[in-house]
């Protein structure tokens, strides 16, 4: 396997680490990268980013990161509070009144970030073309009805979590959410990517596509038995109503709209850069007060969605003590996607992780392939 790239004086293990991901796990094309106190420890790539692999993975090739893009549209929130266009402790409805319909105007923009609305999925069958048109997910997911009392539980919301904070956003600052990702967070971190696949610095496009061979789960997978036993409920219903949701995200449809919960296209780069950003004492994208209030723990529980305990924070999830779920350090947050990318920021070492795959494990959260390049960094640390 010829590993590109680079590590520091001292971190060299991390290229044997990021080999075995292609030559145990099972990679195909992926990124690496790392970052302390705003110099790079460690930036490898390695593979081939087209399902023929006659296109080769570069640094700065972009795959679609799934659910990693909650927390850049968590953070571009919270640059709206920096700025004093967004209270989170007034009802979404202040902003948007839209949003009161069937039961929701007392919902936060706390609640939104916390995964504690209720508002976790369409309740009718939803067209398939729906969640390509920004606006018409807006209106639909304005007159959604919430599926417990808002505020009684904790329930991730997969893919509706981009259009009701998106939604929120875009009608706090009064300007449409790309322009608000370029110009507040993109532009000054000199990223890649972005929500979507078009239009960014990177041209090169990565493929995603399952593993050929699972891996061994980290966790039981909960989510997957849920589905199956109750079609028709909220776990099943939030991941496939409708079926586009898990379908079609190496089209030009997918690629070329705005679905901010999960279509976010960016490099380990990318994810590592922004979270050494919020790691660092003296943060460039948000008030370091702010930073810190925002990631303290706002909801802790067995996540109805999630089939799992999980501790979330503004937008970010909590490191957990050990797993598939820990960052770095008991202060670490972040984001999984589904597949095994991962983005965290860990305060403690003034660090930021970014790990990037187009071959997609069965894990909602991080798989082997992260997790052994985490253990590895921090035994060089």
């Known amino acids: 396997m010829d590993i590109q790239g680079y590590c520091a004086p001292g971190f060299e293990a991390l290229y044997d680490a990021f080999a075995s991901n292609f030559l145990e796990h099972g990679d195909v094309g992926a990124s690496f990268c790392a970052v ?27 795959a679609n990161v799934f659910s990693c893009s909650k927390g850049v549209l968590a953070l571009i929130a919270l640059q709206q509070v920096a700025a004093g266009k967004l209270d989170l402790d007034l009802p979404v409805a202040h902003y948007w009144p839209e949003f009161a319909a069937a039961g929701k105007g007392g919902i936060t923009g706390r609640q939104l970030l916390c995964h504690r609305s209720g508002v976790i999925a369409f309740r009718e069958k939803v067209a398939d073309n729906l969640i390509y048109d920004w606006d018409a997910a807006l209106q639909q997911v304005a007159v959604t009805e919430p599926w417990w009392a808002p505020g009684s539980r904790q329930g991730y919301a997969p893919f509706l979590y981009g259009w009701t904070l998106g939604g929120l956003i875009e009608k706090a600052s009064g300007q449409p959410l790309m322009s608000l990702y370029r110009e507040g967070v993109a532009e000054p971190l000199a990223l890649d990517g972005g929500f979507g696949a078009l239009g960014h610095r990177s041209a090169n496009i990565a493929d995603v596509g399952p593993l050929k061979k699972p891996l061994p789960e980290l966790r039981d997978n909960a989510i997957g038995r849920s589905i199956k036993e ?18 079609g995200t190496n089209g030009d449809q997918w690629r070329g709209a705005l679905i901010p919960a999960a279509n976010g296209h960016f490099s380990a780069r ?29 909801s802790r529980g067995q996540d109805a969605i999630l089939q799992a305990e999980v501790a979330f924070a503004c937008g970010f999830i909590k490191s957990a ?28 070492q003034e660090l930021g992780f970014g790990y990037v795959t187009s071959r997609m494990g069965q894990s909602l959260f991080m798989d082997q392939r992260a997790v052994g390049l985490m253990q590895c960094l921090y035994r060089l640390l």
């Open 230 to 247: 109750d079609r028709q409920g909220p776990v099943a219903t939030a991941f496939t109503n409708p079926v586009t949701l898990m379908m």
């Open 270 to 298: 990318d994810l590592a850069t922004v979270y050494g950003d919020l790691a660092s004492e003296d943060p460039t994208l948000l008030p370091a007060d702010l930073l810190r209030a925002s990631t303290v723990e706002q």
């Open 36 to 62: 302390q106190r705003g110099e790079v420890i460690a930036s490898l790539w390695a593979g081939s980013a087209d399902r023929d692999g006659t296109q080769a993975y570069e640094e700065d090739t972009l």
């Open 321 to 348: 003590e050990a797993g598939d779920l820990y960052f770095g350090s008991p202060a670490g947050f972040g984001h999984p996607g589904a597949g095994g990318s991962v983005g965290f920021a860990d305060p403690q």
